[in-house]
């Protein structure tokens, strides 16, 4: 039995991985904000360090953490590129000419080589900061935990912030199972000799039928049952349920917590008063 | 009788609404009238489609009787006057436990599953912790308490969600065919675990069967056919009619029916001769004690 493993989460006893979830996720709100709100070579340099040593703190191997990075080689590139070619500033310093062309001129600045080395380490900081946060240190359930802890205020508002709650971790909890459905209902289709590999995208695509029909049926029974099983076991919406873990905040989740709060207000310092450093402001 | 039964069901007929179009509207139970006492274990025996798992679910107010009245513990659940919380204190009585062990679990760790309905009951943390942990131990579980359900097995998957009911502190609880879709060690575990809370904590047992090796097992066997009990009794009593349970289409295993008859006639034989192996041996012994008398 193949297993997906969502969102990747890696299983070690580190400080991160401690760290209260709720907190987490307002942690990864404000580095994110952070990440922008560098422009400076200075606030970088404070960038990476701060991700360097969540980095350490994780304990997740490096291996790792380069991978996540895997996924955003594009946008990494075509951001370098953008950045490297098309700055436009009255003064800039060309190290190569390509040429003039609707009177500008075009070709690489060390301005342009500056904000397009900023803008990707903005990326990588971006990238590697949140996958550490979220997804490495993070079970999925205990992001929906998290997240429906910090929306309960809504539910004053009638918002039904539990029903969402349950109906991801239900989702959570069906990924397996629906995917052991799936394989064996492509088993038995291609034992009826349905061909799934040949083809152009249009044939691979009509040959998915006869996996998804049977699939929906089958999960609709499933969540029929699930249904009754659940109501049998007085599940029912409201603010009276009970949970058998609580979340509980600690003293490492303020620390934390404080930790970013400073590196957004250095970050808005070092904007502020080493301004007469080369000031980038990208994108 | 002073003490009210924990269930009653009195003139009890059902009819699914027409959901299907053509062919519904068809009555499944036909005024169903039986009584369970506190501490129980009864089988409940009948082919595909007699309409066990329907009475299970009017138990369990899934359904709505179309007439006739169901007391649970002194209660009319059939009242549409019913509150919320009167509906929620009937099915903390009875918790039920089903086919198919993948489709009842919420939870993505074991012990979540097992805390799932004391959460819903609005138990305080510390106490669902307790109840928990006492309930994992009851069903042999406690060590895979932090284990993913889906990588568990069959039998496994359906001991924790026991363990799940039984951590709602049930009177009584229903397994439908609970042990049809386990192998062998699954399904011997699970019948172990159910006989042990009848007998040791009292529990009522429902148990809605097909095997009739399992059903022997129950104080009581009932059968029901087409919507009607037709027989109600010892396991000695209705297993020594074989030629009945023929007609309601339940094949009796011969061993079993030999078993029965030969008790019937008045034979000391032991309560699990369930395999071939044993109905020999017993044969043998009783052959042996020279107790035989007729040719
Ligand atoms: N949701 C439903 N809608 C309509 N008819 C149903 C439904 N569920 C079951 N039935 C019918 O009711 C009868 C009894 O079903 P059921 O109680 O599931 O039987 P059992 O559990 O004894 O196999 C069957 O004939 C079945 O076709
Ligand atoms: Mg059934």
């Known amino acids: 039995m193949k297993s997906i493993s969502l969102g990747r989460y890696y299983a070690a006893d580190s400080v991160i991985h401690r760290l209260d979830p709720r907190g ?12 922008f709100l560098a422009k400076n070579v200075i606030s970088f340099a404070l960038l990476i360090l701060f991700v360097a040593a969540l980095s350490l703190l994780s304990r997740v191997p490096l291996s790792l953490i380069l991978r996540s990075l895997r996924g955003v080689t594009v946008v990494i590139i075509f951001a370098a590129l953008i950045n490297l070619f098309l700055t436009n500033i009255d003064q800039a310093t060309f190290l190569v000419e390509f040429g003039e062309w609707n009177g500008r001129m075009y070709g690489i600045t060390v301005e342009g080589l500056i904000r397009s080395g900023c803008m990707v380490l903005r990326i990588i900081c971006l990238i590697i900061g949140t996958t550490l946060l979220l997804t490495y240190t993070m ?46 209902i492509m088993n038995a289709q291609k034992s009826r000799g349905t061909n799934f590999s040949d083809g152009g995208l249009i044939r691979k695509a009509r040959a998915l039928i006869p996996i998804l029909i049977p699939l929906f049926v089958s999960s609709f029974k499933r969540g029929e049952e699930l249904a ?12 009276d349920r009970t949970r058998m873990e609580v979340l509980k905040w600690h003293v490492r989740d303020t620390l934390f917590f404080l930790l970013l709060i400073a590196l957004g207000a250095g970050i808005v310092l070092i904007n502020i008063f080493f301004a007469w450093i080369p000031y980038f402001t990208v994108l | ?93 009875v918790g039920m436990v089903f086919q198919n062990p993948d489709n009842q679990m919420v939870a ?91 007998r040791e904590d009292g529990v009522t047992i429902i148990h809605i069967t097909h095997d009739m090796n399992e ?25 020594a009619q074989p030629e009945k ?30 395999t071939p192996e044993d109905c020999a041996e017993a044969i043998r012994s009783l052959l042996g004690s020279g107790e035989v008398r007729h040719g």
Do not use: W
């Open chain 2, 1 to 93: 009788m002073s003490e009210t039964p924990l269930l009653r069901v009195e003139n009890l007929k059902f009819k699914y609404q027409n959901t299907g179009g053509k062919g519904s509207d068809r009555e499944v139970l036909h005024g169903l009238s039986f009584t369970v006492e506190r501490g129980e274990y009864v089988a409940m025996l009948g082919h595909n489609g007699s309409g066990k798992s329907t009475l299970a679910k009017l138990c369990m107010m899934i359904l709505d009787p179309t007439e006739g009245h169901i007391f649970v513990d002194g209660v009319d659940i059939a009242d549409p006057e019913l509150t919320d919380a009167q509906v929620l204190a009937v099915r903390k009585k």
């Open chain 1, 24 to 35: 987490k996720i307002v942690l990864t709100i404000l580095f994110i904000v952070s990440t």
């Open chain 2, 215 to 239: 059903a022997a097992r129950a104080k009581r066997v009932m059968v029901l056919h087409e919507g009607n009990f037709v027989m109600d009794g010892t396991p000695e009593e209705v297993f």
């Open chain 1, 228 to 239: 009754v099983a659940m109501e049998c076991r007085c599940y029912h919406s409201g603010d």
């Open chain 1, 139 to 184: 079970t999925p359930i205990e992001l929906t935990d998290g997240i429906s802890n910090l929306l309960h205020p809504l539910m004053k508002i009638h918002i039904p912030v539990d029903l969402f709650a349950m109906m991801m971790s239900i989702a959570l909890r069906f990924i397996p199972t629906l995917s052991e459905d799936a394989e064996r």
């Open chain 2, 108 to 198: 993505t760790m074991a012990e979540e599953e097992v805390a799932f309905g004391p959460e819903n009951l609005g138990i305080p943390s510390a106490e669902i912790r307790q109840r928990v942990d006492e309930a994992l131990k009851a069903v042999g579980m406690s060590e895979y308490a932090k284990k993913e359900p889906s990588r568990l097995s069959g039998g496994q998957k359906q001991r924790i969600a026991i363990a799940g009911i039984l951590a709602m502190h049930p009177d009584c609880i229903f397994f439908d065919e609970s042990t049809s879709m386990l192998d062998p060690q699954g399904r011997k575990d699970v019948m172990e675990i159910i006989d042990r809370l009848n």
């Open chain 2, 245 to 274: 349970l023929d007609a309601c289409r339940l094949t009796v295993p011969q061993c079993t029916q030999v078993m029965y008859r030969l008790k019937a006639l008045g034979f000391e034989i032991g309560d699990r001769v369930t």
